[in-house]
């Protein structure tokens, strides 16, 4: 419990850390001032806009400014939709979860079975057909991915709608997409620990008992090598979170991802900082949700 | 610890069960024939009627508002809240409006609203569309339907200004009672479709109103959906998921014609690429010969024909056919002569040849970059040596504000008041200064005098005189007129329209 609070104490600079990224970012990219006048805008026009948004003051005086409202959960307006940033991000999140939880289902559900084939059946024809399966998954980009799949199963075979968001059926393809690169990279890594695990003495006496293969494997090998797959679980949040972004511009699911694009592309940076800190703040609890069960399934680690 | 594993599969698939579960209602036009969804590139900016300049925004709020007047086919003048009009003098109009108009909230339509609209965005210069109405100098209440408006000058354009986007009237009573985040977030209007819910970058729905004044709504729903990815908007429609998709890939018009219940249609619009040219002083292309081969080198028919696959007409001219002052002589029409163009360097000084650079967009026009590369191409043949400057389009408008491009760069402008004087307001002095440095005295005055003559047939001939002095000085280098390519739905009968707008019951069902 102890050791919880001190890793949620350590969120705090990493999360101050990206705040500066962050802006330094979205200030070097561009004014958005430019983008937002139409093309009978005078030279007038402008300097009113750039003092009313507060950009003609010192940048670090535009820091501290933003940084106080941050803290506060106010990241400004949207331009774009005249409404503060932060409730349209959150008012994405639910969309944004409901992927990124099916997905991770697709791949949970794909790579325990393959990974612990693969190690079973080691360097068998088998194995080769799963790794190389896994290296072909991962190295598959979401929106090609994503775009041959709208192509083969929905204007083709018209199994599954294109795009959108409502009924399950429209999930199916948005999660596969984004599952399988998830899917490989957890293959992989199952693979190596159930490797390391029937490489282990308890086994070979296990072997050597004379109990049946399939026992061995199920009964003890695998109990102990799912204890890192749930550490891998949660130290995908980065990937999957990356993965929605394209995935949902594909497939026009109207999630956090498919927002933030549209922000960057239109310089919306109160939408775009906003995003980015919801997105930042899932990528450090997942890893710290990693980081303790780790510690809660394998007692070995000493907390301090 | 196998309990550990089991709980967490478990709370997981219930998370997502609970989430899958609550879902808003399905979508697409699949199976029910009262709806009607188009899809586009991307979501509207606003429902501030006067703070945005966007078309495709306008195509929705045109559902949702009315104009006074409303353009028919021919761009002449018909009723829309307006029962008629009449000119008192030189600056004074008087507008009989139509009785028995109610808003979606049930507010009459009355001469406040009036007053109200077009007042807020002639005299508020925050607005982005101000410009366009600051000619507006006030709205005079006479009774509850009928107004006089006063402009400031004789504005022989105010018709045409009162029947396009900026110029939608907005509900008074509401907005001053309910304030403009509430109106931002329920506008109403009065025309046949109210608002339903906008889900942002996803999509707009609006329902039918069944008070309309005018004929009855055709459609239950119209749904306009914003889909970015090209892939995915051509799928949509290929499955029968949306009835119309904008802004087709030229590559894909064979695969939608040759797809069960689809069809493309093409039709022209207003916006014209073209090149605009540095004239000032110190650039090579301060010498007319250059400017001229600079013509003579482009083969546009070959542009349209390859890039475009005949999405677009060449031109010489930004005031296109159903445009006020449009010039028949400069239409459809190119220069192509490379061996003269070869020539006009030669005397030019430039035997050897000579560099300039060419910026352009990637992405923000109808194959843009294809265009302007295809151009380079074309432009070495005859001895130019082009340094393409290929920018994305914050970068490419901050350039484009700061009047810091070079010698060429290639850009795309509509006509959204179907008058000839819109488009030439970038080549009055003041805009051109820095930007091309073109200064005409002939043209200049001829743009003065037309822009308050009340004379229709002179002020015709004004601006076709115009456009051929800028074909003869090129200042700008036109390209060709942009045809729009819509994927349609074969159960729908649409016609796309010259301004890009998509009005609803102007669609139906075959």
């Known amino acids: 419990m102890k050791y919880f609070f001190k890793s949620l104490l350590q969120v705090i600079p990493v999360l101050f850390i990206i705040s500066l990224i962050v802006f330094i970012l979205v200030n070097v990219t561009g004014n958005p001032v430019d983008l937002m006048l139409p093309e009978t805008a005078t030279e007038e026009d402008r300097a009113n806009l750039i003092q009313a948004l507060g950009l003609d003051q010192p940048l670090h005086v535009q820091y501290f400014r933003f940084l106080k409202n941050a803290v506060q959960g106010d990241f400004g307006e949207s331009f774009r939709y005249n409404q503060p940033a932060l409730p349209i991000v959150l008012e994405r999140l639910p969309a944004t979860i409901e992927l990124a939880v099916t997905s991770m289902i697709v791949a949970t559900l794909l790579s325990i079975p393959l990974g612990i084939l693969s190690a079973v059946k080691r360097n068998t024809f088998l194995d080769v057909l799963i790794t190389g399966g896994a290296v072909l998954g991962k190295a598959m980009p979401n929106f090609w991915l994503g775009i041959m799949l709208i192509l083969i199963l929905s204007v083709t075979l018209k199994i599954f709608p294109v795009s959108g968001h409502g009924t399950f059926l429209h999930l199916v393809l948005p999660a596969i997409t984004l599952g399988t690169g998830i899917a490989a990279e957890m293959t992989r890594l199952i693979r190596s620990s159930m490797l390391e695990i029937l490489g282990q003495d308890y086994i070979r006496t296990a072997r050597s008992k004379g109990l049946m293969e399939i026992i061995v494997v199920n009964k003890h090998a695998l109990r102990n090598a799912l204890i890192p797959v749930v550490t891998i679980m949660a130290l995908q949040t980065s990937t999957l979170i990356g993965g929605t972004l394209i995935t949902e511009t594909v497939f026009s699911w109207p999630g956090m991802g498919q927002l933030l694009i549209q922000a960057v592309n239109t310089r919306d940076m109160a939408l775009v900082q906003a995003a980015v800190f919801v997105i930042a703040l899932f990528v450090i609890l997942g890893n710290l949700l990693a980081d303790l069960t780790y510690r809660y399934l394998d007692p070995r680690i000493k907390y301090n | ?510």
């Open chain 2, 1 to 510: 610890m196998k309990r550990f594993g089991m709980m967490v599969v478990t709370m997981v698939l219930a998370a997502a069960l609970t989430l899958t579960g609550c879902n808003s209602g399905g979508s697409g036009a699949v199976g029910n024939e009262k709806v009607l969804t188009i899809a586009r590139g991307a979501d509207m900016v606003s429902f501030d009627v006067h703070n945005h300049n966007n078309t495709s925004t306008e195509a929705i709020h045109v559902n949702m508002f009315n104009y006074l007047i409303k353009l028919d086919e021919n761009q002449e003048p018909q009723p829309d809240l307006a029962e008629s009009w009449e000119q008192k003098n030189d600056t004074t109009w008087e507008f009989k409006l139509k009785e028995n108009v109610k808003f979606h909230n049930g507010d009459p339509f009355t001469a406040e609203d009036v007053k109200f609209s077009l007042e807020r965005v002639a005299k508020d210069q925050s607005l982005l569309e101000h410009t366009s109405y600051k000619q507006i100098k006030e709205v005079k209440v006479i009774d509850d339907h009928t107004v006089e408006i006063i402009t400031h000058n004789p504005d022989p354009v105010l018709l045409n200004r009162l029947s396009r986007l900026g110029s939608s009237m907005l509900p008074s009573k509401y907005i001053e009672e309910e304030g403009w985040d509430q109106f931002l977030k329920q506008p109403v209007g009065t025309g046949p479709y109210q608002f339903e819910e906008w889900i942002r970058d996803d999509r707009v729905v609006l329902k039918k109103y069944d008070d309309y004044f005018g004929e009855k709504p055709k459609w239950n729903q119209v749904v306009f959906r914003a889909i970015p990815e090209e892939a995915t908007r051509v799928g949509e429609l290929m499955t029968g998921g949306v009835d119309i998709v904008e802004n087709t890939p030229p590559s894909d018009i064979e695969r939608i014609n040759g797809n069960e219940g689809t069809h493309v249609q093409e039709a022209p619009t207003q916006r014209v690429m073209m090149l605009v040219v540095r004239m000032s002083e110190g650039n090579v292309t301060a010498d007319p010969k250059v400017r001229e081969a600079i013509e003579l080198a482009i083969d546009n028919q070959a542009i349209t024909d390859n890039i475009l696959q005949g999405a677009g007409t060449p031109t010489r001219t930004r005031v296109t056919p159903g445009t006020f002052g449009a010039n028949p002589k400069l239409y459809d029409k190119y220069e192509y002569d490379p061996k003269k163009a070869k020539q006009l360097l030669k005397e030019a000084g430039f035997e050897k040849g000579l560099k300039l650079t060419l910026s352009a967009t990637n992405g923000r026009y109808l194959k843009d970059k294809e265009i302007a590369e295809m151009i380079a191409a074309m432009l070495s043949e005859v001895g130019i040596q082009v340094k393409l400057d290929m920018l994305e389009w914050s970068k490419y408008n901050e350039k484009y504000q700061g009047k810091k491009f070079d010698e060429l760069y290639m850009i795309g402008y509509g006509n959204s008041m179907f008058d000839g004087g819109y488009a030439f307001e970038r080549l009055s002095p003041e805009v051109a200064k820095g930007e091309t440095d073109y200064n005409n005295a002939e043209v200049e005055k001829l743009l003065e005098q037309a822009m308050e003559n009340m004379d229709e047939k002179e002020r015709e001939q004004q601006y076709q005189k115009v456009q051929e002095l800028v074909a003869a000085d090129r200042p700008h280098i036109y390209l060709h007129q942009v045809k729009g390519i819509y994927g349609v739905n074969d159960r729908i009968n649409f016609n796309p329209r010259l301004d890009e707008l998509i009005i609803a019951d102007d669609i139906e069902l075959k």
